[in-house]
């Protein structure tokens, strides 16, 4: 896997960078004041003291693969990006999106940012739902996730695991979500930073 090699030089050397984070209410940071992109800024910035990053947040809540796709070309590619975060499963997963079809797009997605930039790419899974047959759902999407990852030799991080890990070790998930049971709240999202760095 190629673990996102130009941008780690740029970071580490000071040369500017600039991150679009493309993707639905969890990368827009829902209902919060602080979220994923605003940690992930300042824990780069405490990792890489000499970075130059600029970061344009292009999430928007209720989005989906399709809706990503649909505004690539204004909100990413017209950014001239040198690494691309995309963000999508829950919205196509809970609307029945099917799994095969959310994959397709999101490779459109990959293909035409590697057509149109020399960005790197960063596929990010969501939050896992703590609730037996809805996580199943939503497993789908995030596996094909990893197929593309895989095929298309595109770097991925697994937030999902990452959380259900600390879960693991104790963390309470009712201590990570909104009342919805499904959006980050502060802390959750300062774990999805945590589960983004260690790609970076």
């Known amino acids: 896997m190629n673990i996102l090699k130009k941008s780690i030089r740029k970071l580490t050397s000071g040369e500017p960078i600039r991150v679009v984070a493309l993707g639905d209410s969890l990368t827009q940071g829902w209902m919060v004041r602080k979220g994923y992109l605003d940690f992930l800024a300042e824990m780069l910035e405490k990792k890489y003291p000499n970075c130059e990053v600029t970061i344009i947040n292009r999430g928007i809540p209720g989005d989906t693969a399709e809706g ?6 204004e909100d990413v590619l017209d950014n001239d990006p040198d690494l691309v975060f995309i963000q999508f499963a829950l919205n196509d997963a809970f609307m029945g999106v099917d799994p095969d079809r959310f994959k397709n797009t999101i490779k459109s997605i990959v293909e035409q940012i590697r057509v149109d930039t020399d960005a790197e790419i960063l596929l990010i899974t969501s939050v896992p ?13 995030y596996s094909r996730l990893a197929d593309i990852s895989e095929e298309e030799d595109v770097d991925i991080a697994p937030v999902h695991r990452y959380w259900k890990k600390k ?30 760095m260690e790609s970076l």
């Open 68 to 73: 990503g796709l649909f505004r690539l070309r």
């Open 129 to 141: 739902i703590m609730h037996e047959s809805e996580d199943i759902m939503v497993e789908k999407f």
């Open 167 to 196: 879960i693991s070790e104790g963390v309470d998930f009712r201590g990570l979500v909104q009342g919805d049971m499904v959006h980050p709240n502060v802390e959750g999202y300062r774990l999805i930073a945590e589960a983004i």
